[in-house]
């Protein structure tokens, strides 16, 4: 059954809107982004919530609400706002569908404030259930088949990321992750957990020599924590919030 809030469809995994309206600390008053918002349900649940300044952000206007701050924008382009203007920004399963991922993250620094939420939700191919699928596959959870390149769409996840590429891309432009968790955990997956031994054990001698080779030891270490978590290991959406602590980024 096609999901929705009050009557507006919501195109991604059920309690992914719930888990990421409840990660947003800043107040009612502060200026919220939603990028890609699709047909408006996330807009609505936060101005059914109080949230004075929510601003719309798709590369279609598709909203199925009455909603007037609206902006024509595209991810792997220019986003449509000033500079140090925008306290959060949420995508909600947005990153999967671009190829110009470095680009947007940069773009994302460039709008918020220092300080300012950055909230992502995106596929969980680090799940170990995703891995096993592109063990036996070559294709990872909710991309499990070739997509149509005889009618590429937005909508076609071109850009599947894992959690330690995403930690990477939000680590080398300007944020630190705050937290990292899951919309739900399906029964099924729980299956998966006599992987687990054999997993770590790989990984862990993996981590432990490319750290000692590179002096990465210490980034290892945290990206082997968080991996091994409940929300990464099990999880069907992964949901991150991240910092703006710079304006820096280590691209040019």
């Avoid at 995703?130 to 009618?151: A, Q, V, Y």
Wanted: glycine fraction near 6%; aromatic fraction near 10%.
């Amino acid at each position: 059954m096609r999901r929705s809030y009050k009557g507006v469809s919501i195109n991604t995994s059920k309690n992914t809107h719930e888990k990421v309206f409840n990660l947003i600390e800043k107040g009612v008053n502060s200026i919220i982004v939603d990028i890609p918002c699709g047909s408006g349900a996330f807009v609505l649940r936060l101005k059914d919530n109080g949230f004075k300044n929510v601003v719309a952000i798709d590369i279609d206007n598709i909203l199925g609400i009455d909603f007037n701050n609206f902006l024509v924008g595209d991810m792997t382009k220019h986003i449509p706002l000033e500079d140090n203007s925008v306290d959060v920004l949420v995508c909600i399963d947005g990153i999967e569908h671009i190829s110009q991922q470095f680009h947007f993250v940069k773009e994302v620094n460039r709008v918020l404030r220092i300080d300012g939420e950055f909230i992502v939700s995106t596929p969980n191919i680090s799940s170990l259930r995703s891995r096993w699928r592109w063990f036996m596959t070559g294709h990872h959870n909710k991309c499990k088949s070739p997509l149509d390149e005889i009618k590429p769409s937005p909508l076609h996840h071109i850009g599947m990321i894992s959690f330690p590429e995403l930690r990477y891309l939000l680590h080398t432009n300007g944020f630190r992750i705050k937290e990292v968790t899951t919309n739900s955990i399906k029964l099924i997956s729980w299956l998966y957990t006599i992987f687990i031994p054999f997993s770590f054990l790989i990984t862990s001698l993996a981590y432990y020599n490319s750290g000692k080779k590179e002096g990465t030891s210490a980034i290892n270490s945290e990206v082997k924590k968080k991996m091994y978590s409940k929300a990464i290991l099990f999880g069907e959406t992964l949901i991150i919030k991240a910092i703006k602590t710079s304006a820096n980024s280590k691209y040019s």
